[in-house]
Structure formats: structure tokens, C-alpha cells
């Protein structure tokens, strides 16, 4: 089986609370055919009208906690509504690094994330995980910057992102070469808009990465603005609409409805929005 460096490097580590004392990875939980590696989060901070950033986003003041039923778990909502802000802080509270990247990954740029991690709480299945990496589209120069810098090094680095400098691909092979080198094994992945930079024809491979790594056994959690990232099927979807978290189908989601629209009155809405 292949194993990354950065999660060889993780055992015997001070980062280990979320192993167990004797330091022994553990393995997935299947639940009803689910991989369930987090069962759900805790909102444990008490509101108060003194709150400020991030406790005063609706999202945030109304949630009280937040199930992961399936494998595959959409979080999604408009700009701004804290979909981004909320992952970043599950991400952070399981141990990764806030700009991106693996347990082992300690870099900071600048420290802009916030502290809701603080006041969360995992509930997690009863088997733990190897494997977890957070994906953050606007943060991932860095994270290749990392690579390269570890990867100086240790060439085993390299190799575990294809063998290829990600900074010497184009933004969408660079992210292409982390799904299918770096993100094969077993694990939890949490994605922040991974379709940023990928075309369609990569989404639909996408796709097919994500139904591979949940044939291994994985948990995918994933924000998206995308129809074609979304439409991964027996998923559920979370949609944050005015402050709250509500589930919904993929056909009554607003990114699908919405495109779709478009789709079949394109030239109406483009002579509403560019008519004087």
C-alpha cells in the first residue's frame, strides 16, 4: 500500500490527539455502507449579543450540531453565508493545518483563521482514521510551496504528489495530481471549492476519484459551487440559507436549479443583466 511521507512522518509526533494512547491508528467505521470516520460536530459556544467574527454568522449563532450520515457530505451556500469559515473550522479542530494540507503540515502564512475550532466539538465514529487532508483551493500555493520546501529534503515527498513539482503544472493539473497521487488511500478529505481551478472534463474525473476513494473506505466532506461536483450520488447536502443549515435533494438545490436556468434561457438572462 502506498503511505505518504507526510502521514509517515505523523506517527510519534506531539500532534496525536486523535490517536488513541497508544498511539495505534485505527480504521474506518462502516455505518449502514457509510464510511464514518466523523459522526458529527457540537456548536458548544453560548451566544451572546457581544459576539463578533465568527460567532455572529447566522451560520454559526444557529448552529447547534451538524450529523455526517453518508460518505459523501455537501456543505454549500452563497458567498459569505460561512460555509468556508465552518470547514475551515472542522478542519482545524481534527488537527489539520488551517491553510491546508495533512496533520503534519505546520506552515502559516499568516494566521487568519478564526476561532469557532475552539468551540466545537467532534463526535467521532468509534474506530479512528489514518488518513485526513484538507483541501483549500485559495490557500494551495502555499501548500505546493510546502511540498517543494519538504521535498528538498526528502524526495519520498515529491513522489507522494506525483513526482512532479505542483508548481510546475497548471492550476488544474496541480490539483488533478493531489487527488489521484496524494489522495488515494483511506481517509478523511475535506474540500473547500476543489472545483476552482478544474474544467469540466476534470470535474466529471472528479467525480470518479471521489467514488474511488469511497470504495476505500473514505469520508468526503465538501464545499462546492459546482453542479457537476455536487452530483455525487446517496451524498447529502447542507444549504445554508438564512442562517441556517438545511438539508436538501440534488435536484432542489439552488447550484443545480439555478445553473440549469441559465442553461435553458441563457439568452434571456443575458439581455436582462446587459439591457440599459
Not at 459569505?80 to 470547514?87: E, N, P, V
Request: net charge negative; proline share 3%.
Amino acid at each position: 500500500m502506498h503511505i505518504p511521507l507526510d502521514i509517515v512522518l505523523l506517527k510519534g509526533s506531539n500532534k496525536n490527539h486523535l490517536l488513541d494512547s497508544k498511539n495505534v491508528f485505527f480504521i474506518v467505521m462502516n455505518i449502514d455502507g457509510q464510511n464514518i470516520f466523523l459522526r458529527a460536530i457540537r456548536n458548544e459556544h453560548i451566544p451572546s449579543m457581544d459576539d463578533s467574527y465568527p460567532f455572529n454568522l447566522p451560520i454559526v449563532r444557529n448552529l447547534k450540531t451538524l450529523e455526517f450520515s453518508k460518505s459523501v457530505t455537501y456543505i454549500v451556500g452563497e458567498n459569505g453565508s460561512g460555509k468556508s469559515t465552518l470547514l475551515e473550522a472542522i478542519a482545524t479542530l481534527l488537527g489539520l493545518n488551517a491553510e491546508g494540507g495533512s496533520r503534519n503540515f505546520n506552515f502559516r502564512t499568516q494566521e487568519t483563521h478564526s476561532s469557532l475550532y475552539k468551540e466545537l466539538r467532534a463526535v467521532r465514529a468509534d474506530l479512528n482514521y489514518r488518513n485526513a487532508f484538507f483541501f483549500r483551493a485559495e490557500s494551495f500555493y502555499n501548500v505546493a510551496s510546502e511540498v517543494d520546501r519538504i521535498a528538498n529534503d526528502d524526495r519520498r515527498m515529491l513522489d507522494s504528489y506525483g513526482g512532479i513539482s505542483l508548481h510546475e503544472q497548471s492550476h488544474g493539473e496541480s490539483f488533478m495530481a493531489l487527488f489521484t497521487n496524494r489522495l488515494r488511500n483511506k481517509g478523511l478529505y475535506i474540500f473547500d471549492e476543489p472545483e476552482a481551478a478544474l474544467s469540466y472534463t476534470n470535474q466529471l474525473k472528479f467525480l470518479v476519484w471521489m467514488k474511488d476513494a469511497i470504495s476505500e473506505g473514505s469520508q468526503i466532506i465538501i464545499s462546492t459551487h459546482s453542479p457537476v461536483i455536487l452530483a455525487y450520488p446517496d451524498a447529502e447536502i447542507y444549504v445554508a440559507e438564512d442562517g441556517i443549515l438545511n438539508r436538501s435533494s440534488y435536484n432542489d438545490c439552488y447550484i443545480y436549479r439555478d445553473m440549469l436556468a441559465f442553461v435553458m434561457n441563457k439568452d434571456l438572462v443575458v439581455k436582462d443583466l446587459l439591457s440599459e
